[in-house]
């Protein structure tokens, strides 16, 4: 099953959209062929629904006469932090969703399927504070919700992402320092964003996430126009983030813009990858269920 | 100055505005649009802004100037030489094609010829007159102008122009184009439309146009005031050598004259060679045909622009001989038609001569035969006459059949049969008999034996003075009046009259009057007695000499003068005298043609086999008048009794040579010319009528096409990158 972005986006409030998606990664995962098995077995669990059954220990069935399936060191342990960049530039999208939107479809999803393995879940939405905000927190961190694993926190994941709205400069890199801080231990970082950034500080805020033995994976969301610019009138193009615009010919800068944006995509994947930061480049018309199934795949067989 | 044909295309110069209006469109209020990835539209805008904007003014200059180039072309404009008048007609012409149809627009450039490439021209030009313009067509060739004589009024009968053209050849004819336009103004003046316009397709040379006439005028309409000035025509001149050089070699004269240094019939043929371009020709064949056979070749040089002689010599067979010197072409270009010319030269027969000696002598010189012998010597005559010395009664026994020419010197009266052999011969063969006398000679017996024979009965013998006796010299006859006219006198010039007239004669015959003789006189001595008579008695001649051969009567063989009258006497009698060649006609002209005696002219066959047409003074006249000559080259008479069937008679045929100017195409002075017609402004020299005809000027409407296109490569370029 793939899930239409656009079929997606009508799907009504965040928390359907998530687990249509998480469902969608969960019955792709049962097909695949990639079964990791690297760590270490940890502890038996009573078995639930949803787990997998060639886990099932059929010796404590035999002793026990119930169903106990093995856990392993890398799932009790893991703690997963999902940094979503809402700077200005990802609240672009004319399709049908925003980037931040898909974002947060992904996010949600990724939330789901961390707690219903066990994992605990953090949230922070990278991004200056709401102007209503009440809590205290760093520059450049908007929202934040701590690490834990329980059904009603992931609600309470969903709901924060939710409520978010892209605005403001990107302030990715300050984020990337708090949740450096935060994680504390050894902790998946899972980073949402453009990576737009005027500064270019977010791509040595990654490495040094990564330099703190941090696991970091960058979804790094574009929309498809952002892509391929399929303008052709003459346009004012207006920054999202502050108040830069410029007036041009789309035709007659296509050519240049499409080279600039290739040689960013590139140089930032390269540059991440020889920091052994995991990148995925997604467009927002892409399936997000494909999208994470063919991420998890790519995780378990390495 | 600009001028356009079709200015009404000039409105799509408004269509210029078309790419403003796209520039304009181009430039509106942008759309806003907040955009993520503002940062690399900045960094590319940055880098192509400047670009950008010089691109596209560019592109609007390109599709500006292709759009102009277009409409402009489409107009099609030319630049008008300045100062012209603007009185100029425009609007519909009547139009009169004047095609050079002489001899030299037979000049071959590739495969075709400048007439060919003019007709062609003169078809388009045909093809491009409005439904308006009536036109006329006329070829120019020969000294009367047109060849038809004159130009028709312009009419709107367009098939008749174009069949008149299509069918149109050129001629061997000079041309006068000069007078051609004057005429074709002429003609002009008989067509309504107030345009006029003279078209002329012709190659330039200078020979075929008059720098000091006047330049053509159309005459004012029939209904204008007395005294009001003629129009001035617009003048087209088409080149149809499109402004090349013509070099050109001609043979342009021939001369052809016996010579003793190839012995009996040798003759020495001298042509002319002209050398009509600006290189110098070396190495030029020129060969000497006669008939199908090439009898002698020789390799001449001629300077640029000059001329050079080239003697080739043949011994000729007797009689009318034609032939041709010719050169022999390697250029793929030029005039063929000039390059050779026949010739017509009437070769003497040889005589055979028998002397019948009436007081032969053992001693050499008082021999009656021996300054007559002397005279026929084959040394002095080139082996012409063969003569024979007989003494009187060997003679009469001898079979005369072959010989041409008998001498009779003192011989006394001949036996009935002799004379009687001798009449026969004269009267059926043509053979010639001289007579002269002698202490030998009885008039009375001499009246009797030959009769007929003799011009005119001999008299009494006159002793004007005795031979050695004083003061006989001044008492002895002299020659008095002599035709010098006749043939046997023709070789006196007037300085060598003096050796004939101090010739002394001291005895010699009188003759009995004979009013009713038609015996001729050729020559008096002082006291008014014949010393010459000539009779025409059936085919032949009678010569009668009325004192001795020999010194004995007179002194005269051994004056120089003796020596040619009795060469060409001999000659005359056998009818094989050295007759001069006819002169040669000219292509364009009539030549008269005199029948022989009792024969009449029946028709002359061209070069190409086919009669000319014959004119005749009177209906019934023997002699006529052949021509005019279209085509140079030999022309053979045929002569024939009135009601009788015609023969070729060679005697009488003539050769027709082109004008030698048509060789020359030098071309005439271009800013000379435009002046003597009337001025640039209505006058021009074109390499094609497309360029000229409807506008005057120079032609832009190809580089404008070629800038149009240049635009649109380059927009093209520029829109692509």
Not at chain 2, 323 to 349: I, K, M, N, S, Y
Not at chain 2, 405 to 432: D, I, Q, S
Not at chain 2, 644 to 653: I, K, M, Q, V
Request: with cysteine.
């Amino acid at each position: 099953m793939t899930l239409d972005p656009a079929l997606l986006a009508r799907l009504g409030p965040l928390q359907v959209r998530a687990r249509k998606v998480m469902e969608g990664v969960l019955t792709g995962l049962h097909k695949s062929p990639h079964h990791g098995q690297s760590v270490e077995f940890s502890e038996h669990k009573e078995y639930a629904p949803g787990d997998e059954i060639r886990h099932i220990d059929w010796r404590a069935f035999a002793k026990l006469d119930k169903y106990y399936v093995k856990r392993f060191e890398m799932e009790t342990n893991l703690r997963a932090l999902l940094v979503v960049d809402a700077s200005g530039s990802m609240a672009y999208g004319r399709g049908a969703m925003t980037k931040l939107q898909y974002a947060a479809v992904c996010a949600g999803a990724l939330a789901y399927l961390l707690s219903r393995q066990g994992d605990q879940v953090g949230l922070c939405i990278s991004g200056d504070p709401a102007p209503d905000s009440t809590e205290r927190l760093p520059q450049g961190v908007r929202e934040f919700v701590p690490f834990a694993s329980s059904p009603a926190h992931v609600q309470e994941v969903l709901r924060r992402l939710e409520g978010a709205s892209g605005r403001g400069p990107t302030l990715l890199p300050a984020a990337l320092d708090f949740a450096a801080e935060k994680a504390g231990r050894r902790a998946l970082v899972i980073v949402l964003s453009d990576l737009f950034d005027a500064t270019e500080r977010s791509i040595p805020a990654l490495k040094m996430l990564r330099s703190r033995r941090h696991d970091v994976l960058l979804l790094q969301i574009h929309d498809r126009e952002e892509l391929d610019f399929p303008f052709d009138d003459p346009t004012r193009f207006l920054s999202m983030e502050d108040d830069r615009q410029i007036e041009a010919q789309p035709r007659q800068i296509r050519e240049s813009y499409l080279l600039e944006m290739r040689n960013f995509l590139e140089g930032s994947r390269r540059e991440l990858a020889r920091a052994d930061v995991e990148v995925q480049q997604i467009a927002t018309d892409a399936a997000p269920d494909r999208v994470l199934l063919e991420l998890l795949a790519r995780r378990e067989a390495a | 100055m600009f001028q356009f044909a079709h200015p009404g295309y000039l409105w799509g110069l408004l269509a210029v505005a078309l790419p403003i209006l796209v520039h304009l469109f181009n430039q509106r209020r942008p759309r806003p649009l907040a955009f993520g990835a503002i940062e690399f539209v900045l960094r590319s805008q940055r880098q192509k802004a400047r670009r950008l904007r010089l691109r596209q003014i560019l592109l609007l200059a390109l599709r500006c100037l292709l759009i102009a180039a277009v409409a402009l072309a489409l107009s099609r404009p030319s630049l008008k030489p300045k100062g012209v008048l603007t009185a100029q007609a425009s609007g519909p012409q009547a139009t009169a094609l004047v095609l050079d149809a002489s001899l030299s627009m037979r000049y071959r450039i590739g495969s075709k010829t400048l007439f060919e490439r003019a007709r062609e021209e003169a078809l388009a030009a045909l093809d491009r007159l409005g439904p308006d313009e009536p036109a006329s067509v006329g070829l120019c060739a020969g000294a009367a102008g047109f060849v038809s004589g004159g130009l028709p009024a312009p009419s709107f009968d367009r098939l008749a122009v174009r069949r008149l053209l299509q069918s149109a050849q050129p001629t061997y004819l000079g041309s006068d184009l000069t007078s051609c336009m004057t005429a074709a103004a002429k003609a002009l003046g008989e067509s309504p439309v107030p345009g006029k316009r003279i078209i002329a397709f012709t190659d330039l040379a200078a020979h075929g146009i008059r720098l000091d006439a006047p330049p053509p005028l159309v005459p004012p309409p029939a209904g204008a005031p007395p005294g009001t000035p003629g129009l001035k025509p617009n003048i087209v001149l088409v080149d149809a050598a499109q402004g090349s050089q013509l070099p050109n070699s001609a043979v342009i004269a021939t001369a052809v004259r016996p010579t003793a240094s190839l012995g009996a019939r040798g003759y020495e043929v001298v042509a002319t060679i002209a050398n009509q371009s600006a290189h110098s020709a070396s190495g030029l064949q020129v060969s000497l045909k006669i008939g199908p056979n090439v009898l002698a070749k020789g390799f001449v040089d001629v300077p640029a622009h000059g001329t050079a002689k080239k003697t080739l010599g043949a011994v000729l067979p007797a009689g009318v001989v034609t032939g041709r010197v010719e050169l022999a072409r390697e250029e793929a270009q030029g005039l063929d038609e000039d390059d050779g010319q026949d010739f017509v030269v009437h070769v003497p027969r040889d005589v055979k001569a028998l002397i019948v000696d009436g007081s032969p002598s053992s001693l050499r010189t008082r021999d009656e035969a021996f300054f007559v012998e002397a005279a026929l010597a084959p040394a002095r005559t080139g082996g012409r006459i063969v003569s024979q010395t007989l003494d009187a009664d060997a003679a009469a026994n001898l079979t005369i059949d072959s010989v041409d020419v008998v001498l009779l010197l003192n011989v006394p009266a001949p036996p009935k049969g002799f004379a009687e052999k001798l009449r026969n011969a004269v009267v059926h063969r043509g053979m010639g008999l001289f007579i002269a006398l002698g202490d030998h000679v009885d008039p009375d017996s001499y009246n009797d034996a030959l009769g007929d024979l003799l011009p005119r009965p001999l008299h009494l013998l006159k002793t004007a003075a005795e031979p050695g006796a004083q003061d006989s010299e001044d008492h002895a006859a002299r020659f008095g009046v002599v035709e010098w006219t006749h043939p046997l006198f023709r070789v006196f010039g007037p300085a060598e009259r003096e050796g004939l007239e101090s010739a002394r004669t001291f005895r010699y015959a009188l003759l009995k009057p004979d009013p009713a003789s038609p015996a001729h006189t050729l020559a008096f001595y002082d006291d008014g007695a014949p010393a010459l008579i000539e009779n025409r008695l059936g085919a032949g001649r009678v010569l009668l000499y009325t004192s001795s051969a020999s010194r004995t009567w007179t002194d005269w063989p051994i004056r120089v003068s003796f020596l040619p009258v009795l060469q060409q006497a001999v000659s005359y009698l056998a009818s094989a005298l050295e007759e001069r060649s006819p002169a040669p006609a000219a292509v364009g002209a009539e030549r008269a043609v005199q029948a022989p005696q009792g024969l009449l002219v029946a028709q002359v066959i061209g070069p190409d086999g086919k009669p000319v047409a014959l004119r005749r003074e009177k209906q019934d006249e023997a002699d006529a008048t052949a021509g005019p000559l279209q085509l140079p080259g030999l022309y053979r008479p045929q002569v024939g009794p009135p009601k009788g069937t015609p023969h070729e008679d060679l005697s009488l045929a003539f050769v027709a040579l082109a004008d030698p100017k048509e060789g020359d195409l030098r071309r005439v002075d271009e800013a000379e010319l435009k002046a003597q017609l009337g001025g640039a402004g209505s006058a021009q020299v074109a390499a094609s009528s497309e360029a000229a005809q409807g506008s005057h000027g120079t032609p832009l409407w190809s580089g404008l096409l070629l800038l149009g296109a240049l635009a649109l490569l380059g927009e093209g370029a520029l829109t692509r990158r």
